[in-house]
């Protein structure tokens, strides 16, 4: 595809429920980050994937936060048991390779927990 | 740890003329990038400019200029002749050099009036 995309664009979930999100990067890039942004903030790092190598999970603010990557293209992005302060835009973005590389973004998902 | 420091939540331009949005960094590294990202209505985050640390010129992308300081640490963005389109969340970002860690600011909101 000509550029990251990102489904579903809105998601509204009850509390308690799991939901999962999905990114597809540019095709060749090898690098994969998610963030969150919160209404009226900036971006807040969640996790990145760099080809094979373990996910820098450092962002995630919880255990109920996971993602993964296969075939070092598509990302999934699981939030378990939903909470109202998980309701955010998600947005995932792509770049060529890890470092210093400009990053391309997504439309991002509008996730609302109710 | 770095951090970017936008201070000027909202700003607000008449069409065709110029504004300047803030930012400020605080950091002890010494290579590093500094990016604009544009975020309209859409969600989409586009990039405006890029800065490297190491160069002295200002970067320059038609409209979109920069002033970069960096013994002040300020990495300011210049809209000239503002279209109505420029209206958007402006978003600073720092990334240090050969990292994936790239920090963003809490975004200024411009608007564009006709």
């Known amino acids: 595809g000509a550029g990251v995309s990102q489904s579903p664009s809105n998601k509204v979930t009850e509390k308690g429920k799991d939901v999962e999100l999905r990114c597809d990067p540019i095709?060749?890039?090898?690098?994969l980050y998610w963030y969150r942004q919160s209404l009226g903030q900036g971006l807040e790092f969640l996790i990145y994937?760099?080809?094979?190598?373990?996910?820098?999970k450092s962002g995630l603010p919880s255990d109920r936060f996971s993602a993964e990557r296969t075939g070092g293209s598509v990302s999934t992005l699981t939030i378990q048991r939903t909470q109202q302060e998980d309701s955010a835009v998600y947005l995932c973005a792509s770049s060529f390779s890890s470092h210093s590389e400009e990053q391309y973004f997504g439309p991002g998902t509008r996730l609302t927990v109710t | 740890a770095q951090t970017v420091t936008q201070s000027q939540p909202e700003m607000s331009v008449q069409e065709a003329e110029t504004v300047t949005l803030s930012c400020t960094y605080d950091?002890?590294?010494?290579?590093?990038?500094l990016f604009w990202y544009k975020q309209p209505p859409s969600r989409q985050m586009i990039l405006v400019i890029r800065?490297?640390?190491?160069?002295?010129q200002n970067a320059t992308e038609n409209r979109f200029s920069v002033n970069f300081q960096k013994a002040a640490k300020s990495f300011s963005l210049k809209i000239s002749d503002s279209q109505l389109g420029d209206t958007a969340m402006y978003f600073c970002a720092f990334m240090k050099h050969n990292t994936n860690d790239m920090r963003f600011g809490a975004g200024t909101r411009l608007t564009v009036k006709p």
């Open positions: 800065q490297e640390a190491y160069k002295q």
């Open positions: 950091t002890s590294e010494n290579n590093y990038y």
């Open positions: 095709s060749g890039h090898t690098a």
């Open positions: 994937f760099q080809g094979n190598s373990a996910p820098d």
